[in-house]
């Protein structure tokens, strides 16, 4: 089996405003990067557009129905201060939503070992009815929902290392015992969620606050002692990953200080618990990352650890 990298061409067409840090430039940095030989064994996937019954796995019908309606004709529309429409927008999520769906089935049909999913928007701050932190709709949780609703998984884990607290995923996945969901961020910082008395409906909810400064010592220790260990006890079918390159060291938008080599571990920590729990089954999708330099090296060091495992334990 191989790696799948699963994008839509709308990604590049959900254009945000000059100076907006969610930019298209920042795909166009992962393309450059994956463009090297040493990953010509990637998988090609072009993303399927999600479909309304898709889409309310986690959020209503009147909300999918104001995102559509909100896309102009020329020009942007704000629905907040950070989240932005031009009229490919609402497309361009649907086919976000639509890669970590087909990445889901893609791996769970033994297609593929595991998957990277490079989609815009982003998904894990958009809530059930609020679009917010550049995101429209939860592409990750609404993956999670997909595994359990439509594949029959029993549980699902969701790991989050964006520098960012993914408050749309908890609040879409709150109420989901079948969903174990760990957060790792900065703290405080937006969205000002992601305390560890955060625990969900059914205490399945795992927030890591980080303080600003933090490196690779707290953070590993973090993972190895606490995040890890919690989800292999919860035994999951299957791994989602919330795959956000903002904690690098060099990403002006936070004050983490991690390195892209503290990328390339993390992912291995998850391939060897996913080995461990649910026959290697792990799938990502893209998040933040604001550096472009940054974000090309720390995706291109993640998709490189998913590729070198991309062959099913034995």
């Keep these: 089996m191989s790696t799948a990298l699963i994008s839509h061409p709308l990604g590049l067409a959900h254009i945000t405003p000059p100076g907006h840090p969610e930019q298209t430039g ?37 909300y999918i129905d104001r995102i559509e309606a909100a896309a102009p004709e020329s020009g942007w529309a704000a629905l ?7 009229k490919a927008t609402p497309e361009a999520a649907r086919h976000a939503v639509g890669g970590v769906v087909e990445a889901v089935d893609r791996v769970l049909d033994g297609r593929n070992q595991n998957a990277f999913c490079a989609g815009r928007p982003p998904g894990h701050h958009a809530e059930h009815e609020t679009a917010m932190g550049f995101c429209l709709y939860g592409n990750v949780a609404i993956g999670a929902k997909h595994a359990l609703e439509n594949r029959g998984l029993s549980r699902v884990a969701v790991i989050d290392f964006d520098v960012h607290h993914g408050n749309g995923t908890q609040d879409l996945l709150w109420d989901e015992a079948r969903v174990f969901f760990a957060s790792s961020h900065q703290s405080p910082l937006f969205p000002g ?66 390195s892209t080599d503290d ?7 998850i391939c060897d618990l996913a080995d461990r729990v649910c026959q290697g089954r792990v799938v990502s999708s893209l998040e933040g990352g604001y550096d472009l330099e940054a974000l090309a090296a720390a995706t291109a060091a993640h998709i490189s650890v998913l590729m070198r495992r991309g062959v099913a334990p034995q």
């Design 80 to 86: 907040d201060g950070d989240t932005h429409l031009v």
């Design 26 to 62: 920042r795909l166009d940095a992962i393309y450059t990067a994956l463009s090297s030989a040493a990953f010509n064994d990637l998988e090609q996937v072009t993303a399927p557009r999600a479909d309304d019954a898709t889409l309310r796995l986690c959020h209503p019908q009147h």
């Design 263 to 269: 990328f390339t571990w993390i992912t291995e920590r």
């Design 193 to 258: 969620t992601g305390l560890p008395s955060e625990r969900g409906a059914h205490g399945q909810i795992l927030n890591a606050p980080l303080p600003a400064g933090t490196g690779s010592e707290m953070f590993r220790q973090i993972y190895d002692n606490v995040i890890l260990r919690q989800i292999e006890e919860f035994l999951p079918d299957l791994i989602l990953v919330s795959a956000g390159f903002d904690a690098h060291q060099a990403d002006t938008l936070a004050d983490l200080r991690l």
